[in-house]
Each structure stands twice: as C-alpha cells, then as structure tokens.
C-alpha cells in the first residue's frame, strides 16, 4: 500500500525567501507524484507532475520539485516567495501499476507569507 | 479560470430537501471524480466515472447518488443529507483512468446543511 507524508502543517516564509515543502512517499515501487496547490474558496490546481522522465520537474508560478528515489522524496521548492504563494499545498502519490489505484494526498501544508 | 465548471458555487439545504450538484468539461477527458473536501484536510474520494460508468464507488451512504448523462457532465443528486455532510465537493476529470493522467479540478460547490 502506499502513502504520502508532508511534514509541516504549516510554513511561514518571508517575501522573497526560499520555500521549501517536504513530501515522502513510502510504495514498495516509485509512484507517480503530483503537487497541487489550493488557492482560499478555489478547487486544486496542478503544479508540477512526476512520472519516470526527468527528475527535476518545473511547473508553474516558478516552482519545482526533485524527484529522489534514495531518499523517497519529491520536495517542492520555489526560490523567491511571492505574496501570492499563500495557499495550501497538497502532495499528492498514484500507483504505477496496472490496477488502477486512487489518487493518495498527503495531509497538507499551509503556507503563510510575510511580508 | 477552470476548465472543469461546477454549479451552484454554494448551496444551503434543509435535511429533507433533493438537489443536485453539476459538472461540466469540455476537455474530452473520460474520467470523472466526485471528491469531498472537510476545512483544512485534503479531498476525499467519492466516486470514479470512467466512460460514463460507475468503476469506483469508495463505500459512500446512498444519501449521495452520482450520474453521469454524457461524457461532459457528472451530477451528484442529495437526499435526506445530514449536517456531517456539510462540505466542499469538488468535481475532478482527466484524460482517463490511468494514474499517470493528472486530474483537473473545479473549485466546488460549498454545501452547508442545516
């Protein structure tokens, strides 16, 4: 069975500061790997997406997140935080098997910004 | 803007009332996903359509009924709701069922039950 675990409920960054959001997963075989983003009284929005080509995958707004199969981890960050990041964050894991298998999000990260 | 399209935005209902909850997407995808959404906690999955078929039902009461008329529209029809029910439901599609298809999201519809 897999899983999805972000640490950090919730992360305070300044403007202009790094922004940094963990995920790990734990499959027995890497899965497909999603982090969306949810703006206040929105629905989710797809940043970036994983699945087996490149290990470093940009997505949009300038995020982007590696993909480290040693460490079972696919962390999103972005360089320079915006007034606008501020949302909540959701890591999101499918399994790349045959059978289909339902998309597992991880508990969220709440990001604040600071000016 | 969102290419998926859910209406109403918000919707009050008495625990006797019927009403239904819509989807569209003009995308071509084939899969539809019916999610439900509880204040600072992630979506939850309801129900899976997949060329218009039911393929997933995740054990929801049948208080909640899904429909699917064409490949552009997914309904969830209410009855007799409880006040747990209050939520955001938030109506997904992708390409197709295959887990490397990303899905894309509408922003819901807030139902509050009285």
């Known amino acids: 069975a897999q899983s999805v675990t972000q640490l950090g409920s919730h992360v305070s960054v300044s403007e202009g500061a790094l922004v940094l959001l963990r995920c790990n997963y734990s499959?027995?075989?890497?899965?497909?790997l999603f982090w969306y983003v949810q703006y206040p009284n929105q629905g989710l929005q797809l940043l970036l997406k994983?699945?087996?080509?490149?290990?470093l995958v940009k997505g949009i707004n300038g995020f982007e997140a590696e993909f480290k199969k040693s460490e079972t981890s696919f962390h999103l960050t972005k360089p320079s935080a915006h007034m606008s990041d501020a949302a909540e964050y959701f890591c999101?894991?499918?399994?790349?098997?045959?059978?289909?298998?339902?998309?597992?999000f991880g508990a969220g990260t709440q990001v604040v910004v600071t000016p | 803007d969102t290419e998926v399209t859910q209406t109403p935005k918000h919707l009050v209902m008495g625990m006797t009332n019927k009403k239904s909850l819509k989807c569209e997407q003009h995308?071509?995808?084939?899969?539809m996903y019916w999610y439900k959404q509880k204040a600072k906690k992630p979506p939850e999955l309801m129900f899976v359509?997949?060329?218009?078929?039911?393929?997933i039902n995740e054990s929801v009461p049948s208080r909640f009924s899904p429909e699917c008329p064409n490949s552009s529209l997914l309904n969830l029809h209410l009855h007799a709701l409880q006040p747990e029910d209050s939520a955001l439901y938030l109506c997904?599609?992708?390409?197709?069922?295959?887990?490397?298809?990303?899905?894309?999201f509408g922003d819901g519809t807030r139902l509050s039950i009285l």
């Open positions: 997904a599609s992708s390409q197709n069922e295959k887990q490397n298809q990303p899905q894309h």
């Open positions: 499959s027995s075989v890497p899965p497909y």
């Open positions: 994983y699945t087996s080509a490149a290990t």
């Open positions: 999101a894991v499918s399994p790349t098997s045959d059978s289909w298998g339902k998309l597992q």
């Open positions: 995308m071509g995808h084939r899969a």
């Open positions: 359509y997949s060329y218009e078929k039911l393929s």
